[in-house]
T-cell receptor
Framework: KAGVTQTPRYLIKTRGQQVTLSCSPISGHRSVSWYQQTPGQGLQFLFEYFSETQRNKGNFPGRFSGRQFSNSRSEMNVSTLELGDSALYLC???????????????FGPGTRLLVL | TQLLEQSPQFLSIQEGENLTVYCNSSSVFSSLQWYRQEPGEGPVLLVTVVTGGEVKKLKRLTFQFGDARKDSSLHITAAQPGDTGLYLCADNNNAGNMLTFGGGTRLMVKP
């Protein structure tokens, strides 16, 4: 079974631009979560999508948004980029059984975003 | 807001040594998970523990969960260079999949 794939793997943008990152979950998984990883703040939860609906949301500004398609693939968008948005963006997929906590999440390799 | 503290932040040891890293939570864990992340990769789940006092072994790795379910330790016996990586503890504390992570312990095992 193919793992979680993320594209692109590396990205360089300038302040004020916007960026879209893509995540393809493991086949059959319906839940996709996004995380931001920085040296200063560590790994922080952005949001989770399940069956095309946002199910959970972390404490990030509205510039960070996401969506999920009917095939469970997900995208996240960051508008008006700031220098502090430079980070490794990870997505994780899981079967997403409704109401089930403690599921194993499978992480992709991440997209490394550098904002200049 | 739940806070997870991991210690030490950095650890550099020689191959063959033993080590223990710790994870402490400001509130009771719902479901404690330990991950290892290698450079250029995403975190990989090592173990999930739920019951206070639980001990799980995975080859040379031993995971302990405190009785009060607010602390955990990971002990590695006879560390190998392949154990090098960032060790993260996390709590899955919501319906759905929202992980709260500790800051991690970065381990380097020198040959």
């Amino acid at each position: 079974k193919a793992g979680v794939t993320q594209t692109p793997r590396y990205l360089i943008k300038t302040r004020g631009q916007q960026v879209t990152l893509s995540c393809s979950p493991i086949s059959g998984h319906r839940s996709v979560s996004w995380y931001q990883q920085t040296p200063g703040q560590g790994l922080q939860f952005l949001f989770e999508y399940f069956s095309e609906t946002q199910r959970n949301k972390g404490n990030f500004p509205g510039r960070f948004s996401g969506r999920q398609f009917s095939n469970s693939r997900s995208e996240m968008n960051v508008s008006t980029l700031e220098l502090g948005d430079s980070a490794l963006y990870l997505c994780a997929s899981s079967p997403g059984l409704a109401g089930d906590s403690g599921e194993t999440q499978y992480f992709g390799p991440g997209t490394r975003l550098l904002v200049l | 807001t739940q806070l997870l503290e991991q210690s030490p932040q950095f650890l550099s040891i020689q191959e063959g040594e033993n080590l223990t890293v710790y994870c402490n939570s400001s509130s009771v864990f719902s479901s404690l998970q330990w991950y290892r992340q290698e450079p250029g990769e995403g975190p990989v789940l090592l173990v999930t523990v739920v019951t206070g006092g639980e001990v799980k072994k995975l080859k040379r790795l031993t995971f302990q969960f405190g009785d009060a379910r607010k602390d955990s330790s990971l002990h590695i016996t006879a560390a190998q260079p392949g154990d090098t990586g960032l060790y993260l503890c996390a709590d899955n504390n919501n319906a759905g999949n929202m992980l709260t992570f500790g800051g991690g312990t970065r381990l380097m095992v020198k040959p």
